[in-house]
């Protein structure tokens, strides 16, 4: 049994591990890194170079899990892809609007061999994967049940986002589980996971909250009357508050505030979202009814009413008092909607520019977080700096679980083995020494990059 870790360095990057079990090599997750480009978004596929791949796994539809699928599936025509239904539909959207953005990163960073793959591409991709059921065992051939039984997978609910899954793989008399991204904590709309709580050898774990206690005292529902009430201070001042999100997971999660603002008569106020997210929005209220989730009868695009701004419209749409400005990228990359109406707010006080999940610290949306008013900041380095002047704010909504969840499910299953994976090193490094003190008979693992080891 053997595991390489196909990411480039130990962070969230291009997520992507390769496990061969049972006479079947398999690529667990084939993700773009969200801040890189060229060939360091790519996850680093020269260990299996020459190998001939049987199934590609995916267990969401986040860029760093599934945003270079069209590429791997390139260079391994014969390898099946499985995911959800759920993920599938998300996917293809976000490949597609991936190939825009990489066209648009050609002409501005001169990239020559962008995009990385195209439209139609894409389509051939997509229509090749085979959608998967949860808690339903099937074989790296596409069947349900096996006919070749030396390697079987699960696809486990990871409560993470629309579709998300955590992977649980049998082979050699072996169970091993990987997490994928996870929470264990209920969401607005989404519901906790629901994993497998026993008879796991090997965990392949995610550790993005690693080097983050959960603040004392912390509860969603007192995090969300803290969202609300900041809200309402901006729109006393007469500003408009700008909430950066990712397209997939926090938007609907933010939605599904709104409308409780509103339900509980807390609050009421038009919303904007970007096009990517609306699309990604509609295919949650599609999957409404089929999906585990909070809130199933709630239809978001119709229930909270966006207007829906793109790359031209945001251009002439003026920053209105009164307004909550929900747009894409979550991390403020340059370019993308976040980004251009941000550079408005920065310097006027009224305003408020209030971050509800993860960014990177070198990112704009993390510059701009840890800054203090009055101080200088490059939003993007195509423009000129700017002194931040409008009101910031940090809010707790993790769509991942806390690093207490992680170590209480790590001690309930029980494994012999923990590979510890998408978490920054200090996140990692936290984890690994907690786990090494509470599970003493256990092996606990920071695979390195690119290093094929024994399991
Ligand atoms: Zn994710
Ligand atoms: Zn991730």
Known sequence: MKFINLTRHTEIGANS???????????????????????????????IDGQTIDAILITHAHQDHIGTLPVLMRH????????????????SLLL??????????????????????????????????????????????????????????????????????????????????YTG?????????????????????VLIMECTRGDTPEPAGWSRDSEEKKLAAAIDATFSR???????????GKTQEAFGMFYEFRRQQQLDFPVYIGGLSS???EVYDRRANQARRQWPRLQLMQDVAPFVLNGQTIN?????????????????????LSNIFARRLVGVPQHSILFVGYADPESPGGILRSAKSGDSVSLDPAEPPQTLRCHIEQFQFSAHASRESLIAYAAKVGPKKILLVHGDPPAVEWMRARLAGELPNCDVIVPAPGVEMEL
């Open 17 to 47: 591990y390769y496990f061969e079990a049972g006479g079947r090599r398999l690529i667990l997750d084939c993700g773009m890194h969200p801040k890189d480009v060229g060939e360091n978004a790519l996850p680093n596929w020269k260990p």
């Open 76 to 91: 391994q025509p014969h390898a099946r892809v499985f995911m959800t239904e759920a993920t599938s539909e998300i996917g």
């Open 96 to 177: 597609h609007n991936s190939v825009n953005v990489m066209t648009r990163q050609r002409e501005e960073l001169g990239l020559t061999f962008y995009p990385l793959f195209g439209h139609r591409e894409s389509d051939r991709a997509i229509a090749q994967w085979h959608l998967c059921r949860y808690r339903q065992p099937y074989t790296t051939s596409g069947n349900r049940v096996g006919d070749d039984g030396a390697l079987t997978f699960e696809f486990w609910d990871a409560g993470h986002v629309l579709g998300s899954s955590g992977i649980l793989l049998r082979a050699e008399g072996r169970t091993i589980f």
């Open 181 to 201: 991204d996870v929470n264990f904590d209920d969401q607005t709309i989404m519901q906790s996971a629901i994993f497998p709580q026993s008879d796991i050898d």
């Open 238 to 248: 007469g500003g408009c508050a700008l909430i950066p999100v990712f397209a997939l």
């Open 279 to 281: 699309k990604m929005t």
């Open 316 to 336: 002439d749409s003026p920053a209105r008092p009164g307004r909550v400005y929900a747009l894409s990228s979550g991390m403020m990359t340059p370019k993308t």
